[in-house]
C-alpha cells in the first residue's frame, strides 16, 4: 500500500490539473511585484531610472512536487532621451504537470510634467511621468497529461505543446506622492494558439499605491498599496500591503492575498546597487498548496538605490 505522503503530492496534482481545466490556464500572480513592477506592467520601463536587472523565484522551496512555481528574469532601462524605455524577460511557470515558458520584449514612451517638490533624495521616483507600454512575446505551453497514468480517459491519453504569441499594453501615471497603473499583458488570449483545444485567459492588473513621509522623519517612508487582478474563469483576485523602509537600507512588510494567503517580507539594500527581497505566503482557507517562499535580487546601476 502506498503511504499518505506519497499520494499526496498526485492527489494535488490531479486536484490543480482538474482545476485549471475548469477555469482555464491562469496566470501567475507574481508576489515581487512591488519591487518589480515591469514583469507585470511595461509602461514602468525606465521609471526607477537607472538600468535595472531582477532575479525572482517563488514556490521553490514548498513541501511537496506540483505546487505553483514562478522562476521569472527580467531587465529595463532608458534610452539616450529618457522618454523612450526598452526591456525584456523571460518567465517560467509550474503547476502540477502544467509548465509554459514566456519571452517578451517590451517598449515604453513616458510624458513628462513639471514638479516641484521637497522629498528626500533617496525617495524621488520619477515624479510626474505618465508612462505607456507595448510588449510583443511568445508563450509556449506544455500539458504533460500523460505523466498522471489515467487509464481508460481519452483526455489524459495525449499530451499538450502549443506555441502561443502574445501582445501587452499598459499604462502608469507616476507621482512622487502615489502611482496607478493598469496592464493587460497578453490582449490576444488563447486566439493565436497553435493548438485548437487551449484555454488561455487574459488577465487584467490594476496597481495603485502611495508614499508616506515626514520631513520630521525623512528617513523613513511608509508604502500602503494594492493590486486588483481580473481573469475570466477564475475568482478575483487582490493583494492589500504595507511596508515601511528605512531610507533604502531595510524594510519589512506584511499584506493580505484575498482566498490565498497572508504575505510577509523583509529586504535588505545589500550595497547601493543591490537589494533582496524576501516574501513568504501562509495559505489560508485550508489551501492545498499549502505555505511558500519567494526571493527576488535586483541589481540597478550607476546611482543605484541612493543609499
Known amino acids: 500500500m502506498m503511504k499518505l505522503n506519497t499520494l499526496k503530492p498526485l492527489f494535488t496534482a490531479v486536484i490543480l490539473l482538474v482545476i485549471m481545466h475548469v477555469n482555464a490556464q491562469q496566470s501567475p500572480l507574481f508576489a515581487e511585484y512591488n519591487y518589480n513592477p515591469f514583469i507585470i506592467n511595461s509602461a514602468y520601463a525606465g521609471l526607477s531610472g537607472n538600468t535595472e536587472f531582477t532575479l525572482s523565484n517563488n514556490g521553490y522551496f514548498n513541501d511537496f512536487d506540483g505546487s505553483p512555481r514562478t522562476l521569472s528574469f527580467s531587465g529595463h532601462g532608458n534610452l539616450n532621451n529618457e522618454k523612450i524605455a526598452l526591456g525584456g524577460g523571460i518567465i517560467r511557470d509550474e503547476i502540477g504537470v502544467t509548465n509554459s515558458t514566456s519571452v517578451f520584449a517590451a517598449f515604453s514612451y513616458k510624458i513628462f510634467f513639471d514638479f516641484n517638490g521637497n522629498r528626500p533624495y533617496w525617495q524621488h521616483y520619477s515624479p510626474n511621468v505618465l508612462s505607456f507600454g507595448l510588449t510583443a512575446g511568445l508563450q509556449q505551453f506544455q500539458d504533460n497529461l500523460t505523466k498522471l497514468n489515467i487509464p481508460n480517459d481519452p483526455t489524459f491519453a495525449q499530451d499538450v505543446n502549443a506555441s502561443i504569441p502574445s501582445i501587452g499594453l499598459s499604462f502608469l501615471y507616476n507621482h512622487a506622492l502615489f502611482y496607478v497603473g493598469v496592464s493587460a499583458?497578453?490582449?490576444?488570449?488563447?486566439?493565436?494558439?497553435?493548438?485548437?483545444?487551449?484555454?488561455?485567459?487574459?488577465?487584467?492588473?490594476?496597481?495603485?499605491?502611495?508614499?508616506?513621509?515626514?520631513?520630521?522623519?525623512?528617513?523613513?517612508?511608509?508604502?500602503?498599496?494594492?493590486?486588483?487582478?481580473?481573469?475570466?474563469?477564475a475568482p478575483m483576485q487582490a493583494d492589500f500591503n504595507i511596508a515601511v523602509s528605512f531610507k533604502n537600507k531595510f524594510e519589512v512588510g506584511t499584506g493580505y492575498r484575498t482566498t490565498s494567503s497572508f504575505n510577509l517580507l523583509a529586504g535588505i539594500y545589500l550595497i547601493k546597487n543591490l537589494r533582496v527581497i524576501y516574501n513568504y505566503n501562509m495559505a489560508t482557507n485550508n489551501s492545498p498548496l499549502g505555505n511558500s517562499h519567494g526571493l527576488a535580487l535586483s541589481i540597478k546601476f550607476n546611482e543605484g538605490y541612493a543609499l
Open 185 to 233: 499583458p497578453n490582449i490576444a488570449g488563447d486566439k493565436l494558439a497553435t493548438e485548437q483545444n487551449i484555454k488561455l485567459s487574459s488577465p487584467v492588473y490594476a496597481y495603485l499605491g502611495y508614499r508616506f513621509f515626514s520631513n520630521k522623519f525623512d528617513n523613513i517612508m511608509i508604502k500602503p498599496n494594492m493590486l486588483i487582478k481580473h481573469e475570466k474563469g
